[in-house]
T-cell receptor, first 117, second 111 residues
Framework: GAGVSQSPSNKVTEKGKDVELRCDPI?????LYWYRQSLGQGLEFLIY????????KSGLPSDRFSAERTGGSVSTLTIQRTQQEDSAVYLC???????????????FGPGTRLTVL | RKEVEQDPGPFNVPEGATVAFNCTYS??????FFWYRQDCRKEPKLLMS???SGNEDGRFTAQLNRASQYISLLIRDSKLSDSATYLC????????????FGSGTRLQVQP
């Protein structure tokens, strides 16, 4: 079946502009996660949506970052007034339940490579 | 100190070799453990979950030592296609359910 999809695959923007990144999770998956991976760095958690619960935003690095998930499916990550340090690959993942059992595997999308000039 | 620590490598091994990666985690609330594989410029993909009793999947064996907060991955009979970065991953099963990743260990299998 279809996996997690993300768009755009690449985004180049100028410092100070806003960007929107989109994630389509696997159909039926309750939980959705955003991570970012900077060059040569590990993956860093950003935000987590679980069903209708309030999202866990504890990983967002600043108030320029926000995300929403509409209808329990598609999610959009928005970065306002982009800075050069925002350049990274932004990865979205989804899992069936988000309930945390070891079988609740997270599946990753291909990512959006963001470059801020 | 990072929550998940790995030796970054690279590990350069010949085909057919056995190689082992180690990982330590600092948060005792971590309850689920995984190894993910990431190829260059690709997304991470689950290699295997790590169970308390240890588990094996073909040439891959994972072990967990909760007392020492230590996870290992053993790859036997290395193939060229095993060349990748191996990410040690932990997750708390209460509160935040997001994954916490190590920085990865790079493996290069040479002919």
């Amino acid at each position: 079946g279809a996996g997690v999809s993300q768009s755009p695959s690449n985004k180049v923007t100028e410092k100070g502009k806003d960007v929107e990144l989109r994630c389509d999770p696997i159909s039926g998956h309750t939980a959705l996660y955003w991570y970012r991976q900077s060059l040569g760095q590990g993956l860093e958690f950003l935000i987590y949506f679980q069903g209708n619960s309030a999202p866990d935003k504890s990983g967002l690095p600043s108030d320029r970052f926000s995300a929403e998930r509409t209808g329990g499916s598609v999610s959009t990550l928005t970065i306002q007034r982009t800075q050069q340090e925002d350049s990274a690959v932004y990865l979205c993942a989804s899992s069936p339940t988000g309930a945390g059992e070891v079988t609740d595997t997270q599946y990753f999308g291909p990512g959006t490579r963001l470059t801020v000039l | 100190r990072k929550e998940v620590e790995q030796d970054p490598g690279p590990f350069n091994v010949p085909e057919g070799a056995t190689v082992a990666f180690n990982c330590t985690y600092s948060n005792s609330a971590s309850q689920s453990f995984f190894w993910y594989r990431q190829d260059c410029r690709k997304e991470p993909k689950l290699l295997m979950s790590v169970y308390s009793s240890g588990n094996e999947d073909g040439r891959f064996t994972a072990q967990l030592n909760r007392a020492s907060q230590y996870i290992s991955l053993l790859i036997r009979d290395s193939k060229l296609s095993d060349s990748a970065t191996y990410l040690c991953v932990v997750r708390r099963d209460t509160g935040r359910r997001a994954l916490t990743f190590g920085s990865g260990t790079r493996l290069q299998v040479q002919p």
